[in-house]
Antibody, heavy 122, light 107 residues
Framework: QVQLVESGGGLVKPGGSLRLSCAAS????????MSWVRQAPGQGLKWVSY????????YYADSVKGRFTISRDNAKNSLYLQMNNLRAEDTALYYCARDMFPKSRSGLPDYWGQGTLVTVSS | EIVLTQSPATLSLSPGERATLSCRAS??????LAWYQHKPGQAPRLLIY???ARATGIPARLSGSGSGTDFTLTISSLEPEDFAVYYCQQRSNWPFTFGGGTKVEIK
């Protein structure tokens, strides 16, 4: 069955860095676009970044552009989010999610991980 | 950025009642509108995509309608497991966006 397991969250000071990972299993990872979506405390869902199946097409929310970098290693079935220059407003639960349709840019996540918590505080 | 506005923010209903949730887009998203259910401590669950198509395993009591800028999620008869937060989401344009959510709570 499809599984997505995020890791790498934690407490970091403003201006610091973290690298999130998402280990995928149960499907052909290299066939699917993948996303990072976050939920700040008490707030709704917000898309952070999106990457094509090959990694050649990448999209960022304006709020993280220039600070966050999404990447993937299809040989390791893994998705990453490198987060630099973190701010208090980046505090959130970060979800890794898989698109529903293989080999297409659908923007429709059908499987999600349980999330990893990032807290940015001094 | 396409803004999705959901209403009401909270819906207080009893099991067995009908729930009607609304999502309005700031510009047309065609039929590229999805609905998700989210419970505390769980991953979001895809319910409806492309305005009215049910995702795998979603019961028929949940239905979606609408196109362009106005969409509705209807739960015909609320079951105990339906009490949760519901989000609409558009995939028409990047950045893909979610609405602010509607909480369906037990009255």
């Amino acid at each position: 069955q499809v599984q997505l397991v995020e890791s790498g969250g934690g407490l970091v000071k403003p201006g610091g860095s973290l690298r999130l990972s998402c280990a995928a299993s149960g499907f052909t990872f290299s066939d699917y676009y993948m996303s990072w979506v976050r939920q700040a405390p008490g707030q709704g869902l917000k898309w952070v970044s999106y990457i094509s199946s090959s990694g050649s097409n990448i999209y960022y929310a304006d709020s993280v552009k220039g600070r966050f970098t999404i990447s993937r290693d299809n040989a390791k079935n893994s998705l990453y989010l490198q987060m630099n220059n973190l701010r208090a407003e980046d505090t959130a639960l970060y979800y890794c999610a898989r698109d529903m349709f293989p080999k297409s840019r659908s923007g429709l996540p059908d499987y999600w991980g349980q999330g990893t918590l990032v807290t940015v505080s001094s | 950025e396409i803004v999705l506005t959901q209403s009401p923010a909270t819906l207080s209903l009893s099991p067995g009642e009908r729930a009607t949730l609304s999502c309005r887009a700031s510009q047309s998203v065609g039929s590229y509108l999805a609905w998700y259910q989210h419970k505390p401590g769980q991953a979001p669950r895809l319910l409806i995509y492309d305005a009215f198509a049910r995702a795998t395993g979603i019961p028929a009591r949940l239905s979606g309608s609408g196109s362009g800028t106005d969409f509705t999620l209807t739960i015909s008869s609320l079951e105990p497991e339906d009490f949760a937060v519901y989000y609409c989401q558009q995939r028409s344009n990047w950045p893909f966006t979610f609405g602010g959510g509607t909480k369906v709570e037990i009255k």
